[in-house]
């Protein structure tokens, strides 16, 4: 079945850099919207950024100009790129495929910003 695989998160310090990485199998990549979801303790699960087929992003008031998300069709391969990183960026980040009525989910990647 459809799997997506989360990785790149860890421990940063604040104003430090991180890059997310989603890898998609079984699924024909380059038909779904990807996107990166985010939920902090105690939150509720929240957008952070999409990428359409095409390339079209879109991104959360509260990381534009921050983050940068990309995908590379080839690698079957979604990207988040969070520079400028905050404590209140600390969540587990989600890997989302869309395609029509379809959804797939990963399992999640921890960032935690903290000093």
């Known amino acids: 079945q459809v799997q997506l695989v989360e990785s790149g998160g860890g421990l940063v310090q604040p104003g430090g850099s991180l890059r997310l990485s989603c890898v998609g199998s079984?699924?024909?990549?380059?038909?779904?919207?990807m996107g990166w979801y985010r939920q902090a303790a105690g939150k509720q699960r929240e957008l952070v950024a999409t990428?359409?087929?095409?390339?079209?992003?879109n991104y959360a008031d509260s990381v534009k100009g921050r983050y940068t998300i990309s995908r590379d069709n080839a690698k079957n391969t979604v990207y988040l790129q969070m520079n400028s990183l905050k404590p209140e960026d600390t969540a587990v980040y989600y890997c989302k495929a869309d395609l029509r009525l379809v959804t797939y989910w990963g399992k999640g990647t921890l960032v935690t910003v903290s000093s």
């Open positions: 079984k699924m024909s990549f380059s038909a779904y919207v």
């Open positions: 990428i359409a087929s095409g390339g079209t992003a």
